[in-house]
């Protein structure tokens, strides 16, 4: 009955155009794998004020709201903005698939029993639910957004029927999969989530040794991944991990897909050591089947090396963006762009050991493989991206002139590609601010400051939180160019639009409490006000970063300053002995 309902649902095959962004990526091609390691999350700016500036409002740092999941240069500040790549994660060189219905999956199927009668029904669902997949793909492409829709609800109405009917088989899991991979591709993230938790009632009754089981299952792990149900999608990765190990046993390759899955998760959810063991375990794998030069274990050796570096284990890292270059040289030879990559790669090994000449180098070498070879166009945003990671190593190194230079050549080439006044260019036009600010030269930072600030008023409503970023960077030029009463309404309005898009209690809105606490604090205000602000700013601190953390202890310094200048006694003993175990843990947790 399944059958012929699927194949009466589709379109003509002429509009078959259009993929879809695929959340399960498949590993086929290198280009991709050399490019998924240096996506970037998206960052939050804060303001960081140490206690011998408390009148002096410094630069922006740029952080992740998760620590587990910022994984680049973690050993050092970052004071340059990123664009948002996040989504590429997400996205393959060949759209949206189903990596695991391939060939070599269906011979994994045959395994399971020759004599199955499900065989041949099941290699016909399968070209149904692609077809249907294709269908979804094209109408993506082509703009047809409402179509996609509406041939998605109507399979749903045809499951829905089926299921209320009786019918709860592999055929009804396998359609109820490809649909929540449909909407997921569309963005609708709540029809996901229903259609989850039917197809989740339904495997749970289906046995283990049914075909296409544990595919529904690592499919579903990855969406409750992407959906951040970090629990259900471990539990459903851990049984299909179990379906395939018992199918073909603990070294086979078929289970690098739910280990891969297992082990983003476990990142997100704040576990690296169970992550370094199933990233591990993956190349151990990899290299018993494939040997330990195959291409295949550069998505494992790269995550393992991202995570080495978030946990300051940077030797290990180096060995990986090591073997990681070995392998692209070996395959490819040395002019080739992946080598480019892996040299910068490399190079975040290099930083986080403290080897900032040669990080410098290796960047440099590799950015220039990456123009020699012409692998990705001048405006890539992985090769922007890694310009900035150059131009910021070049800052940290002293090298203040050359970073700079490199900052005005990405600009240069984004107005080049894209125009002067398009929203891309606020980030280029921040960074410059940014290095033009730590040079001194306030005067010219401020110009492109206001220019950023134009053009993302443009773009964006005036209550969007996006514009805050240049209104504060403004606020901070503006206070070292003694304009305190401009600098004093921009913070001000930066904290009321933070305040309503985050919530009076979040983490970006201490960020622009301390911001404004720096300015009015010359403006000569109430010391009373300013303690109220520094508590808040603690209170969030506190709640979001940690009782110990860096920026807690900032602030701390801060509360204690203003506490003992306004003879507060009774609460300043408690703090500063709370300040003064803060240190002795500091102290005992130094290198020596």
Known sequence: MASSLFRALFPPSSLRKRMIPNPYPSSSSAKHLAHQVFVQMPVVLRLSFPFH?????????????NNNLHLRLLSLPSCFLRKDLWHLRCVTQDGFSLPDWGPDNSKRAKLQDDSNNYTNGVDDIKKQLEELFDNVKTMIKMGNKGDALDLLQANCEVVKEQLKAGFKGIEQAALLDVLALGYMGIGEFKIVERLLQLLNELVSSLDDGLPLVDTILIHMGSMYTSLRMFDNALLVYERGLKIIEKECGNKSPFLITP????????????????????????????????????????????????????????????????????????????????????????????????????????????????????????DDDILENLRIDLAELLHLSGREREGCQLLEECLLISESYKGSNH????????????????????????????????IISQTVGPEDNSITIPMLHLAVVLYHLKQ???????????????????????????EALDCLVSIQTRL??????????????????????????????????KVVFYLNKMGK????????????????????????
């Not at 494992?300 to 692209?328: H, K, Q, T, V, Y």
């Not at 009463?485 to 809105?509: C, D, N, Q, Y």
């Not at 300013?530 to 508590?535: A, E, P, Q, V």
């Not at 006694?569 to 020596?592: G, N, Y």
Request: one cysteine or more; hydrophobic letters at 40%; aromatic letters at 6%.
């Open 53 to 65: 500036e408390l009148r002096k409002p410094t630069a922006f740092n740029s952080v992740s709201h």
């Open 259 to 378: 280990l891969m899955g297992m082990a983003k998760t476990s990142i997100l959810i704040g576990r690296p050591s169970k992550a370094i063991t199933i990233y591990q375990r993956s190349v151990d794998i990899l290299e018993l089947v494939r040997g330990t030069d195959s291409e295949e274990l550069v998505i494992p050796l790269f995550s393992l090396g991202n995570i080495f570096i978030s946990e300051r284990r940077a030797a290990d890292a180096e060995s990986c963006f090591n073997r990681i270059l070995n392998i692209f040289e070996t395959t490819y030879g040395e002019n080739d762009g992946r080598v480019g990559v892996a040299l910068c790669s490399l190079a975040h090994a290099k930083c986080a050991k403290g080897n900032l000449d040669e990080a410098i180098c290796l960047y440099k070498k590799g950015l220039q493989v990456i123009k020699d070879t012409n692998y990705v166009d001048l």
């Open 423 to 454: 929203p891309d260019s606020v980030t280029h036009l921040l960074n410059l601010a940014t290095s033009y600010s730590r040079s001194k030269n306030f005067v010219e930072a401020e110009r492109l400051l206001r220019m950023s600030l134009h």
């Open 484 to 510: 305190d009463e401009e600098a004093e309404t921009l913070a001000l309005e930066a904290v009321r639009i933070r305040e309503t898009t985050f919530g009076k209690e979040s983490l970006p809105v201490g």
């Open 524 to 557: 000569g205000k109430d010391d009373g006000d300013m303690l109220r602000k520094l508590k808040r700013v603690l209170s969030i601190q506190e709640k979001e970063l940690g009782f110990q953390s860096e920026e807690t202890m900032t602030t701390l310094k």
């Open 569 to 592: 006694k009774d609460e300043l003993f408690p703090l500063q002995r709370r300040l003064r175990l803060l240190k002795t843990k500091i102290m005992q947790k130094a290198p020596v």
